[in-house]
């Protein structure tokens, strides 16, 4: 084919089909590949190698894993209508019209104007942004700006609508398998034949694990690929069995409550409309097998983040996997047997491997010697010092090396590839172990953190209980399927526990798997510098800054973590981790189990925002609650706003009316003939029970016990704490029985509060509470005109509104609807609440509307209501309240019984700080100029002339204008403000305006005497 | 996510309930005449301990009933479930409860504690 292709080897059985061509562009260049391929393995396979610029130096980087411990090849992905950053092209799924672009680059990969920081390199170390960006401290605005546009992974795509489909899905299962390598596949098949409910989730689109890599030799005599195919088939087939690819566990937590992304249809070309671009699992498992292999380690020496360097195991698996050879002439830098299959791999696809360097001085095995009789060059105890190129390796400095003394012990041999495989042994995938806490024990033998397997709900397997070698990988997972199986047996009799698979067996070349560790190799050179020698090749954190760390006096392992930001970035610091700690470890002549290792935390793999989200956006993102009234107010133009979930009828503005003008309009009609407000959204209880009374009389702070039926009275409700937590009438309805009604907002917090006193603290009150806000509508009549509209809509007794008192309540049929009217009033005029059965409320709310029309009755919504409030100084709880202002606070005083022994809050109130003259209380302002209305939540001082920090005085709790009293009136909470009345205040304003004079007055601001009230 | 066996409903996703802070304060009436310190205690302090921990728990978006339940706040095991107004009968559940400094408190000394009553 072309010579863009020329890295693809002859086919060897990968999972890629070469018959089938896919079209992509990367960076807006055409590209082809095959079915079956990974963004990375294509782009590798025309020799592109450079895709990203690194986060901090944007230092040229290349592809350098194969999964999802990758930290350099991050990139975008652009689609018709939004944009995803930050994904791996290593896990990338290419497919007919992908379209990707690099990130962190500008304004090319090739050319970077940032790489200038590679240069300044020595201004940026640990701890960069802590000492850098100190001072002064009003600078912090200038230089956060530039930082965040020079740093930070990736661009968030504007839209805020996506048109691809998340969703979440909830199962259970007996256990869950996670990866299907060797042990996976072996855990999984045994226990599909016990019949119990198997799970097994793998992050790669297909089944095998490491056997997709290394599958040269035989399974029960039969070859691997094989084996494996088998193996998958009889999962897929098992009933009991849910086999899901493509799908990462991200998180486990307690009592195995697992979530998996399982990313559905993000690999196709043409979207399936049908089906979600990811799903979310949330999935509990009864017992939890953990078979996540393991990751191979970098080597830390100067260059190592050079393009064309690579880990070994990755090197393999594109040759295996996807017929791609990275580089033709290659060179090995290994501590371990494993990178001599890499060898091999490469000299069987036709590279040219020029020698392996190992640090050990005299490695031994089967796998050694075949690779020897090939005639491979191996530099025993050796090791590459530095490598050197522009945007990719050119050559590297090889030389003896003592890994006792850290030190090279030769002169240095310079040579020349464009391939470097390095491999510094291997970390067991420990991540989900560790985020169920459990503990990790350090391995001398293969230098790894395994897990301690101790728990009995979860166990880890294979590679990621720090087993390596084949052979023994089957035994244990034959083993642990089995106690498994065993102690699932005991909770579900359906299990079958007999032995049914038996070991496989195979024949592999033997390796030795003691990897000699050497966490950093020493340069020894005055002209090589270890501020190259990057242990986390994401966050651009390099073994310099580790040991600047140390000599700034921080010695624990989370510190040095969070001071370098090593393994902080996205990938979590997969590959980098342990190098870390192992330098870490040196440096503090401190073995690395006395060092210890940081804790992994979910997610594994980030989790996208739109998974998490699922069904959960626009429209179905928080219930809409509406009242049977609101297609009228609809109909009648009326705007709302939210009121917690309600959404409440604002204002009604006619044509061409501003807001201020509808509100003056409403406010000025209920004041003068009649107004009609929808107030179904109150908090409504009904409390029944023989002890109802003395339980209301333990709430409240007044006294319940004594109301009589058919009487209303206000009652103001404290926390233990004695601080005022909610507010509402409550009416006695019989002996037995009373109706509370609460604000709408703290409905279900006053319903939980009534239920938790009734549960956990007075056992012995029989009193049964129910919520009925939403059985009732509520239209609230009030305004001069009230009693007469009232006596028009009765459809029988129309004299009982001849003698109908403040605060009582009668029940009677309006428009033969049955109703129970309160004559309460929160507005200052005479007022009835008429309560109905809430399926009448729309019928209600009509019939009022039409037979009030000749008393020039109008509706009004929330804002006229504040407005009229605040007219007469009532309280609205969470506005003139935030949970310190007591009874007193507020001036009301007469609220609180002194004849009852205790109530919820009684003594609290007694504390000699709440009876401080000098707290914040209740007052009223009056502005010098009338038409000024002071912004809510703006400050009061005395003198506006003072030196900054001012002292402040108080808040402004509520403002408005009133059109009845054509004034601007606010209600504020200041300092002794109940000693102040005639003082005057000053409110300062922003950017430069003039302060807000105001008079401190009574906030009862119309009708100081109640007569419109009771009248 | 915890499994919490809700001693009404069964077993239940954590989410379902919501945690209700320590068990057994018992609540000091105002004619006590405490001090402000003694009654501060009541008030404003917490206890928050290491290992076994007894607290109260409703399940709010179930049966809506409170229970008292026995957790060990390092590993998240629940070693007891109880009701409302009796006292833990583990081991590590009577321990806990003696370990707490209330049991020390003046407060506590003349409260009453919320019993169990029948209805």
Same mark, same amino acid.
């Given at each position: 084919m072309n010579r863009l292709l020329s890295h693809r080897i002859s086919s060897?059985?990968?999972?890629?089909?070469?018959?089938k061509l896919v079209h992509f562009e990367f960076d807006q260049k055409k590209y082809t590949g095959y079915e079956g391929d990974t963004l990375a393995s294509a782009l590798l396979a025309h020799g592109?190698?450079?895709?990203g610029r690194s986060f901090k130096y944007h230092r040229p980087r290349g592809i350098f894993g194969?999964?999802?411990?990758?930290?350099?090849a991050l990139v975008r992905l652009i689609g018709d209508k939004s944009s995803e950053p930050n994904l791996r092209a290593t896990q990338i799924e290419i497919y007919d019209g992908l379209i990707a672009e690099s990130q962190n680059r500008f304004p090319s990969l090739k050319i970077d104007?940032?790489? =200038?920081n590679n240069v300044f390199?020595?201004?940026?170390?640990?701890g960069f942004y802590y000492k850098t960006f100190?001072?002064?401290?009003?600078?912090w605005m200038f230089y956060e700006k530039l930082i965040r546009k020079a740093a930070g992974l990736g661009k968030l795509s &504007?839209?805020? #609508?996506?048109p691809e489909r998340y969703e979440h899905k909830y199962a259970h299962c007996d256990l869950l398998v996670v990866g299907s390598g060797a042990a996976g596949l072996q855990t999984a098949i045994i226990a599909a034949k016990s019949g119990a409910r198997v799970v097994i989730a793998d992050e790669?689109?297909?089944?095998g694990g490491w056997l997709l890599t290394d599958n040269d030799f035989n399974i029960n005599q039969i070859p691997a690929a094989s084996w494996v195919h088998e193996t998958v088939k009889n999962l897929q087939s098992a009933p009991n069995v849910t086999c899901l690819s493509?799908?990462?566990?991200?998180s486990m937590m307690d009592d195995n409550f697992v979530i998996m992304a399982e990313?559905?249809?993000? #690999?196709?070309?043409?979207?399936? /409309?049908?089906?979600?671009?990811q799903r979310l699992w949330k999935l509990r498992a009864s017992k939890v097998i953990l078979a996540t292999g393991a990751i191979e380690r970098p080597l830390v020496f100067s260059?190592?983040?050079?393009?064309?360097?690579?880990l070994s195991s990755a090197i393999r698996t594109y040759i295996n996997?996807?017929?791609?050879?990275?580089?033709?002439r290659a060179i090995i830098f290994t501590?371990?047997?494993?990178a001599y299959f890499t060898a091999l791999a490469i000299h069987k696809a036709g590279?040219?491997?020029?020698c392996i360097v190992d640090l050990r001085v005299n490695p031994k095995s089967q796998i050694i010697t075949k690779v020897r009789k090939i005639g491979i060059n191996i530099l025993a105890?050796?090791?590459?010092i530095a490598a050197h190129g522009?945007?990719?390796?050119?050559s590297v400095d090889i030389a003896k090396y003592n890994s006792g003394k850290q030190a090279p012990t030769s002169s240095i041999l310079h040579m020349d590839c464009n391939l470097l495989a390095m491999s510094g042994g291997l970390n067991p995938v420990v991540h989900l172990h560790s985020q169920r806490k459990g503990k990790l024990v350090w391995d001398e033998r293969t230098s790894c953190y395994r897990p301690d397997n101790k728990s009995d709900e979860w166990v880890s397997v294979g590679a990621a209980n720090g087993t390596f070698e084949l052979e023994r990988i089957f035994i244990e997972a034959t083993k642990i399927a089995s106690t498994t199986i065993m102690k699932l047996a005991k909770e579900n009799n359906k299990i079958k526990t007999k032995e049914l698979v038996t070991v496989p067996q195979i024949d592999k070349d033997k390796q030795n798997w003691t990897p000699l560790p050497t966490w950093l190799i020493q340069a020894?050179?005055?002209?090589?510098?270890?501020?190259?020698?990057?242990?986390d090749f994401q966050n651009d954190s390099t073994a310099a800054d580790i040991k600047l760390a140390v000599k700034e006096g921080y010695s624990s392992v989370e510190h040095v973590k969070r001071y370098t930001t090593t393994g902080m970035a996205t990938d979590q610091g997969k590959t980098s981790n342990i190098n870390a700690i192992g330098i870490l470890a040196s440096c503090l002549n401190k073995s690395i189990a006395e060092t210890g290792v940081t804790t992994f935390r979910p997610p594994y793999t980030p989790v996208s925002l739109g998974a998490i989200a699922g069904r959960n956006? !626009? !429209?179905?993102f928080d219930p809409v609650r509406k009242t049977r009234m609101h297609s009228w107010h609809q109909s009648n133009g009326a705007k709302f706003e939210h009121v917690g979930q309600w959404m409440r009828a604002w204002y009604y503005p006619r044509d061409g009316e501003s807001f201020q003008q509808a509100v003056n309009r409403e406010v000025y009609a209920t004041r003068h003939y009649a107004g009609l407000l929808d107030a179904s959204t109150l908090g409504k209880i009904e409390v029944k029970g023989p002890d109802s009374a003395e339980f209301l009389n333990r709430v409240y702070?007044?006294?319940?016990?004594d109301l009589p039926i058919g009487k209303a009275r206000y009652g103001l409700m404290l926390k233990e704490d004695g601080m005022v937590f909610d507010d509402g009438v409550t009416t006695r309805l019989a002996e037995d029985h009373f109706y509370m009604t609460t604000t709408t907002g703290g409905a279900a917090g006053v319903l939980s509060w009534l239920e938790e006193l009734l549960q956990?603290?007075?056992?012995?009150l029989r009193v049964y509470l129910t919520s009925v806000t939403e059985q009732w509508s509520v239209a609230s009549l009030s305004g001069p005109n009230s009693r007469s509209i009232l006596t028009a809509c009765m459809?029988?007794?129309?004299?009982?509104t001849d003698d109908f008192p403040f605060m009582t309540m009668k029940k009677s049929f309006i428009a033969g609807i049955p109703a129970r009217i309160f004559r309460i009033?929160?507005? !200052?005029?005479?007022a009835f609440e008429i309560n109905v059965p809430a399926r009448y409320g729309a019928a209600l709310w009509s019939h009022l509307m039409k037979i009030g029309k000749e008393f020039n009755l109008t509706a009004y919504g929330t804002e006229a209501m504040h407005v009229l409030r605040a007219e007469k100084g009532f309280i609205i709880v969470g506005q003139e309240t935030?949970?310190?202002?007591t009874p007193h606070d507020l001036d009301m005083?007469?609220? =609180?019984?002194? &004849? &009852?022994? +205790?109530?919820?809050g009684k003594r609290a109130l007694e504390r000699k700080s709440m009876n401080e003259p000098q707290r914040k209380q209740l007052v009223g302002l009056l502005t010098a100029d009338p038409s000024k209305v002071i912004p809510e939540g703006a400050h009061a001082v005395? +003198?506006?002339?003072?030196? /900054?920090p001012m002292e402040m005085l108080g808040h402004i709790s509520s403002s408005y204008y009133s059109p009845n009293l054509k004034h601007s009136i606010a209600l504020a909470l200041l300092k002794g403000g109940l000693n102040r009345k005639g003082q005057t205040v000053y409110i300062p304003m922003l950017d430069g305006q003039q302060p807000i004079e105001a008079k401190i007055v009574?906030?009862?601001?119309?009708?100081k005497k109640g007569e419109r009230l009771r009248g | 996510m915890l499994k919490i066996? %809700?001693?009404? %409903?069964g077993v239940r996703d954590e989410s379902e309930f919501s945690c209700g802070g320590e068990a057994h304060i018992a609540r000091p009436t105002t004619?006590?005449?405490?001090?402000d310190k003694i009654f501060s205690e009541y008030l404003f302090m917490k206890y928050n301990p290491k290992g076994v921990f007894l607290e109260r728990w409703c399940h709010t978006s179930g049966c809506r009933r409170w229970f008292n339940l026995a957790r060990d706040?390092?590993?998240?095991?629940?070693?007891e479930i109880y009701p409302m107004g009796v006292f833990p009968k583990t081991v590590k559940g009577k321990k806990a409860y003696q370990a707490n400094w209330r049991r020390k408190s003046k407060y506590e000394a003349v409260s009453k504690p919320a019993k169990r009553t029948k209805k």
């Open positions: 060897n059985g990968a999972v890629i089909d070469r018959q592109i190698h450079l895709v194969s999964g999802s411990e990758e930290p350099n104007f940032l790489s =200038i390199r020595r201004f940026f170390p640990a100190m001072w002064p401290a009003s600078f &504007k839209k805020y #609508h996506r790669q689109h297909r089944f493509r799908t990462t566990v991200s990313r559905v249809t993000e #690999h196709l070309g043409k979207k399936d /409309m049908l089906l979600p671009k260059g190592n983040d050079l393009p064309g360097i690579m996997r996807y017929d791609v050879l990275s580089g033709r501590n371990n047997d494993d590279g040219f491997v020029r105890g050796h090791a590459v522009l945007r990719h390796i050119a020894g050179q005055p002209h090589v510098s270890d501020k190259t020698a990057f242990v956006i !626009g !429209g179905l702070t007044n006294n319940f016990a956990t603290e007075w056992l012995d459809s029988e007794n129309k004299n009982i009033s929160f507005t !200052g005029e005479m935030d949970g310190t202002v005083g007469w609220i =609180i019984s002194n &004849k &009852k022994s +205790d109530f919820i005395l +003198d506006p002339n003072q030196e /900054m009574d906030p009862v601001f119309f009708d | 066996k %809700c001693p009404f %409903c004619d006590l005449k405490l001090t706040t390092v590993s998240h095991e629940i070693i």
